[in-house]
């Protein structure tokens, strides 16, 4: 069995009342005897009630070790290092965001967190649905990772519900005239041709392909060739191949090298210098500009990606074939991207045309099923007794 006792600090005014004395805050220490051994070490903490736990997960190996939200929040971020970089900085924004509620609920051990807690944290985020499931699912990651290290005994975020049927925002395709505007709007921003010529690349590459803006940020010259653009994207790591239209062929020709990249550079849009991140920011700040300068209301660059999609699937795509040009899966663009068109409703409506008889062909054939094929109405017996 262990006891705790207070290490007194030379300094402390109650090192003369004895070990036992514990309206201080000096060092909680642990003496006895654990496993047949002599056990005397620091709990390195200074609060009596958690050397308390902390004495109990020693005693007991089964039980959850004692571990601070702080520290095990920090582990899960280097787990995610294999994560993109966006991915990892919304796992941490999040655990930023739950650190600091556990810091004003003075929650400082993952043994403390209950279902209540995590309902109280989810009520103050003044964040949307669709944000709010995102984070729970979120939560949950971190938690269960906590429950296979034995950081706590159960996953507190699985015992909340999730909404059901939250619609995401909807997002319009451009219209033609939309896309007219944004790119006329590439004429009129920076101060020279090298903004501007770069920015009309990048849209064009946005209608053309609707690629990323972190696949065009870090686009490399050696992936055009013979008419048409070879990326892996940054999301999914899988190889797409697009043509490309001569009208934005022509805009990738007309680029300058960019700053500091040298004679020879080797991307289109970024020096090879800053990080991915700043390469990143620069293509999201210079296409900013472009929609605020088009005045086209709602612009931003993942609206391409409907767009794209909605003229694809209008014109008699499988979902097969716009989630390899996007580099999606099948499911994501049936749940996204699936849009109604008039394209589509044309294409539907050619496919439902009655036959060239009008289906008349005989006068038993079901009417309005389109096939012109005559059914055979079976006749049935009572079923006697």
Same mark, same amino acid.
Not at 128 to 151: A, D, G, I, N
Not at 241 to 249: A, E, S
């Given at each position: %069995?262990?006891?705790?006792?207070?290490?007194?600090?030379?300094?402390?005014?109650? +090192?003369?009342? /004895?070990?036992?004395?514990?309206?201080?805050?000096?060092?909680?220490?642990?003496?006895?005897?654990?496993?047949?051994?002599?056990?005397?070490?620091?709990?390195?903490? $200074?609060?009596?009630?958690?050397?308390?736990?902390? &004495?109990?997960? !020693?005693?007991?190996?089964?039980?959850?070790?004692?571990?601070?939200?702080?520290?095990?929040?920090?582990?899960?971020?280097?787990?995610?290092?294999?994560?993109?970089?966006?991915?990892?900085?919304?796992?941490? *924004?999040?655990?930023?965001?739950?650190?600091?509620?556990?810091?004003?609920?003075?929650?400082?051990?993952?043994?403390?967190?209950?279902?209540?807690?995590?309902?109280?944290?989810?009520?103050?985020?003044?964040?949307?649905?669709?944000?709010?499931? @995102?984070?729970?699912?979120?939560?949950?990651?971190?938690?269960?990772?906590?429950?296979?290290?034995?950081?706590? /005994?159960?996953?507190?975020?699985?015992?909340?519900?999730?909404? $059901?049927?939250? @619609?995401?925002?909807?997002?319009?395709?451009?219209?033609?005239?939309?896309?007219?505007?944004? &790119?006329?709007?590439?004429?009129?921003?920076?101060?020279?041709?090298?903004?501007? $010529?770069?920015?009309? +690349?990048?849209?064009?590459?946005?209608?053309?392909?609707?690629?990323?803006?972190?696949?065009?940020? %870090? !686009?490399?010259?050696? $992936?055009?060739?013979? /008419?048409?653009?070879?990326?892996?994207?940054?999301?999914?790591?899988?190889?797409?191949?697009?043509?490309?239209?001569?009208?934005?062929?022509?805009?990738?020709?007309?680029?300058?090298?960019?700053? /500091?990249?040298?004679?020879?550079?080797?991307?289109?849009?970024? *020096?090879?210098?800053?990080?991915?991140?700043?390469?990143?920011?620069? +293509?999201?700040?210079?296409?900013?500009?472009?929609?605020?300068?088009? @005045?086209?209301?709602?612009?931003?660059?993942?609206?391409?990606?409907?767009? !794209?999609?909605?003229?694809?699937?209008?014109?008699?795509?499988?979902?097969?074939?716009?989630?390899? &040009? !996007?580099? *999606?899966?099948?499911?994501?663009?049936?749940?996204?991207?699936?849009?109604?068109?008039?394209?589509?409703?044309?294409?539907? *409506?050619?496919? %439902?045309?009655?036959?060239?008889?009008?289906?008349? +062909?005989?006068?038993?054939?079901?009417?309005?099923?389109?096939?012109?094929?005559?059914?055979?109405?079976?006749?049935?017996?009572?079923?006697?007794?």
């Amino acid at each position: %069995m262990l006891s705790r006792y207070r290490r007194h600090l030379k300094t402390c005014p109650h +090192a003369g009342r /004895g070990r036992d004395y514990s309206k201080c805050s000096c060092p909680v220490w642990c003496d006895g005897e654990l496993h047949g051994k002599r056990y005397r070490v620091s709990l390195d903490t $200074r609060d009596w009630a958690r050397a308390d736990k902390l &004495i109990a997960a !020693l005693e007991d190996p089964s039980a959850p070790r004692v571990k601070p939200v702080t520290e095990a929040t920090k582990a899960f971020e280097h787990h995610i290092t294999s994560l993109g970089p966006s991915t990892q900085r919304k796992y941490k *924004n999040v655990l930023e965001e739950f650190r600091g509620y556990c810091e004003r609920a003075r929650v400082h051990d993952l043994a403390e967190l209950t279902v209540e807690h995590l309902d109280e944290y989810r009520a103050g985020r003044k964040i949307s649905l669709v944000t709010s499931l @995102k984070e729970l699912q979120t939560l949950r990651q971190f938690f269960s990772f906590c429950f296979e290290r034995k950081w706590i /005994g159960a996953n507190p975020a699985k015992a909340i519900k999730t909404p $059901r049927n939250i @619609k995401p925002v909807e997002i319009i395709p451009y219209t033609p005239n939309e896309v007219a505007k944004i &790119i006329s709007a590439c004429d009129e921003i920076g101060r020279g041709p090298y903004e501007r $010529r770069r920015a009309r +690349a990048m849209i064009l590459l946005l209608d053309n392909t609707a690629l990323r803006i972190s696949d065009i940020a %870090m !686009l490399a010259r050696d $992936r055009i060739r013979d /008419g048409q653009i070879v990326v892996r994207t940054l999301k999914t790591g899988q190889a797409v191949r697009l043509p490309l239209w001569p009208i934005t062929q022509v805009a990738l020709d007309a680029l300058l090298p960019p700053r /500091g990249s040298g004679t020879e550079p080797r991307h289109c849009f970024w *020096n090879g210098v800053t990080s991915p991140r700043a390469a990143v920011g620069i +293509a999201e700040r210079t296409l900013a500009a472009v929609f605020k300068k088009s @005045k086209v209301v709602g612009a931003h660059a993942h609206r391409f990606r409907h767009t !794209l999609a909605t003229r694809l699937i209008g014109s008699g795509a499988s979902f097969e074939d716009v989630a390899d &040009i !996007l580099g *999606n899966s099948p499911a994501i663009v049936r749940a996204h991207y699936a849009k109604w068109s008039s394209a589509r409703q044309d294409r539907i *409506n050619r496919l %439902m045309q009655p036959p060239p008889d009008g289906g008349s +062909a005989d006068s038993d054939a079901t009417p309005g099923c389109g096939t012109g094929t005559p059914v055979v109405h079976e006749k049935i017996s009572p079923v006697t007794h």
